[in-house]
C-alpha cells in the first residue's frame, strides 16, 4: 500500500480556523502548537464554533513568544501569559488554563461578539480515557484525544454518496472539503481504500508512531463551511446513512502519539489492522 502523508494542520486556538504547515513536530500532547489555546466561557467551558461560528473568522499563527490573531483587517499579538492556573472544561472534561491579557480577551470579544468569554492559555493538561490508552498519556485543549487523521480516500468515497443521493433528491450536490472535518493529519494514495483505516490499530508516518484510540465520532460543527460559515445538512446526513452506529457518525481517527520526532508532507504512511 503506497500512502503519504499529504497534509498537516494546526489549530492554535480551539475552534479557529487552521494553519496549514509542510512540516510539524510531535510532542506527547500532539503536533506542536495545535490546541494550546482555547475561548473560554464564564463557566470555565469552552466555546467552540458548533454554537459560534464567528470563531472561524480568527486565524492564529504562533510566534516565538504567543500569538498573533487576525480576523479580516483587524490583528493582534498575544504574549504566552504566566499568571496563575484557572479550572476550564473542554466538553465537561477538566483542565486548566491561564487567562490571556486583557486587551487580547477585549480583542476577542470584539470578534466573536460576547462579552462573557476569555482568551486561554494551556497551562496543566489532562488524561485521557484509559479504555483508550495508557497510564501517562494526556492531551490539551482537543476534544478527545492528541491527534486526528482523515483520508482523502474516504473523503471520495463519501463525496460519491453525497452526490449519489442530492442527484436523486434533484438538489445541486453540496461539496465537502477534508476541511469540514478538521483533521490534524491527511493522508491519500493511489491505492488506499475508502475507510480501510476503520480496521487500524497503529499507524506510522515517517518515523514517528502512533496508536490508534478510536474512529471520531462527528459533530454538527461538519455541517458548516469552513469559508463562508454557512450551515447545511451535509455531510451529517449522508454519514447517517452510511456510517452510523452507537448512535453516533464516524469518520477519521483519533491518534495517539508513541514517539516524537518531525512529520513532514510526502512522509510514507504503514499501518497495522487488527485483524
Avoid at 501517562?136 to 454518496?161: E, H, I, K, N
Avoid at 475507510?195 to 506510522?204: A, L, M
Avoid at 446526513?237 to 469518520?251: E, I, K, N, S, V
Amino acid at each position: 500500500m503506497t500512502v503519504r502523508l499529504s497534509r498537516i494542520t494546526v489549530f492554535p486556538v480551539k475552534s479557529t480556523s487552521g494553519q496549514v504547515l509542510q512540516e510539524a513536530v510531535v510532542e506527547p500532547l500532539g503536533l506542536t502548537h495545535d490546541r494550546r489555546w482555547m475561548v473560554a466561557k464564564s463557566d470555565g467551558e469552552c466555546l467552540t464554533a458548533r454554537t459560534n461560528q464567528n470563531l472561524l473568522r480568527i486565524s492564529a499563527t504562533p510566534t516565538p513568544h504567543g500569538l498573533h490573531l487576525r480576523a479580516g483587517s483587524e490583528q493582534i499579538s498575544v504574549p504566552t501569559p504566566t499568571g496563575p492556573l484557572t479550572p476550564v472544561t473542554v466538553h465537561g472534561r477538566a483542565l486548566h488554563g491561564i487567562p490571556a491579557e486583557p486587551e487580547a480577551t477585549e480583542w476577542v470579544r470584539g470578534v466573536i461578539g460576547r462579552d462573557d468569554i476569555r482568551l486561554v492559555h494551556l497551562g496543566r493538561a489532562r488524561p485521557l480515557n484509559p479504555a483508550y490508552s495508557q497510564p501517562g498519556d494526556a492531551t490539551g485543549f482537543a476534544d478527545a484525544y492528541p491527534v486526528t487523521l482523515g483520508s482523502l480516500a474516504s473523503l471520495r468515497r463519501l463525496q460519491d454518496w453525497v452526490t449519489e443521493a442530492a442527484l436523486e433528491r434533484g438538489e445541486e450536490p453540496a461539496v465537502i472539503g477534508i476541511e469540514r472535518f478538521r483533521p490534524n493529519l491527511v493522508i491519500d494514495g493511489a491505492d488506499l481504500e475508502p475507510f480501510v483505516e476503520d480496521s487500524w490499530r497503529t499507524v506510522s508516518i515517517g518515523e514517528i508512531e502512533f496508536d490508534v484510540a478510536k474512529l471520531i465520532d462527528r459533530c454538527v460543527l461538519t455541517t458548516v463551511h469552513p469559508d463562508t460559515r454557512e450551515r447545511g445538512p451535509e455531510p451529517i446526513r449522508t454519514l447517517a446513512r452510511h456510517r452510523a452506529w452507537d448512535g453516533q457518525t464516524w469518520f477519521g481517527l483519533q491518534l495517539i502519539p508513541r514517539s516524537a520526532g518531525t512529520l513532514r508532507v510526502g512522509d510514507a504512511v504503514s499501518a497495522a489492522s487488527s485483524t
